[in-house]
């Protein structure tokens, strides 16, 4: 194995079981610890495997605030590990939403290298925004 990807759903646990819709708290809590735990595992015991962490973002879904607390944490563990900014749409069967706009993302990436990240990367309807803020189409 060379390669794994981690998806993050949340850094609080209400953001987590709104975006999962767990109504079970002792589960949706287990969920997310086993989440963060398994990428501090990684870097710990594992450093040669490629580390991606993917993250949602909706603003219906989760704040700027809690998108910069993950941020920290990630960049705590490693500055260097591939963040993934997944913009979360009515596609993803969540139909009450709007897909984020590409100045959204643009803003949650500087927010997540605000953090210390180095490589951020983000989807958006125009293509991905990749380090730097440059825009991958």
Same mark, same amino acid.
């Given at each position: 194995?060379?390669?794994?990807?981690?998806?993050? #759903? @949340?850094?609080? !646990?209400?953001?987590?079981?709104?975006?999962?819709?767990?109504n =079970?708290?002792?589960? @949706? /809590?287990? +969920?997310?610890?086993? %989440?963060? #735990? %398994?990428?501090? +595992? !990684?870097?710990?015991?594992?450093?040669?495997?490629?580390? $991606?962490?993917?993250? &949602?973002?909706?603003? #219906?879904?989760?704040?700027?605030? /809690?998108?910069?607390?993950m941020?920290?944490r990630?960049?705590?563990? =490693? &500055?260097w590990?591939? *963040?993934c *900014?997944?913009?979360?749409? &009515?596609?993803? #069967?969540?139909?009450?939403? *709007?897909?984020p706009?590409?100045? /959204?993302? !643009?803003?949650v990436h500087?927010? !997540?290298?605000?953090?210390?990240?180095?490589? *951020?990367?983000?989807?958006?309807?125009? $293509?991905?925004?990749?380090?730097?803020?440059?825009?991958?189409?």
């Amino acid at each position: 194995m060379t390669d794994i990807g981690i998806d993050l #759903k @949340a850094f609080r !646990l209400s953001t987590f079981e709104k975006i999962t819709g767990l109504n =079970d708290t002792e589960l @949706a /809590e287990e +969920y997310m610890k086993t %989440a963060w #735990k %398994a990428i501090e +595992y !990684l870097l710990e015991k594992y450093p040669t495997i490629f580390l $991606g962490v993917g993250i &949602p973002y909706n603003q #219906k879904l989760i704040s700027l605030d /809690e998108i910069e607390q993950m941020g920290h944490r990630l960049s705590q563990l =490693d &500055p260097w590990m591939q *963040v993934c *900014v997944l913009d979360y749409r &009515p596609e993803f #069967k969540r139909w009450d939403i *709007v897909r984020p706009s590409y100045q /959204e993302m !643009l803003e949650v990436h500087h927010v !997540l290298e605000s953090t210390g990240l180095e490589s *951020v990367v983000c989807q958006t309807m125009k $293509g991905r925004i990749g380090p730097s803020g440059i825009l991958i189409e």
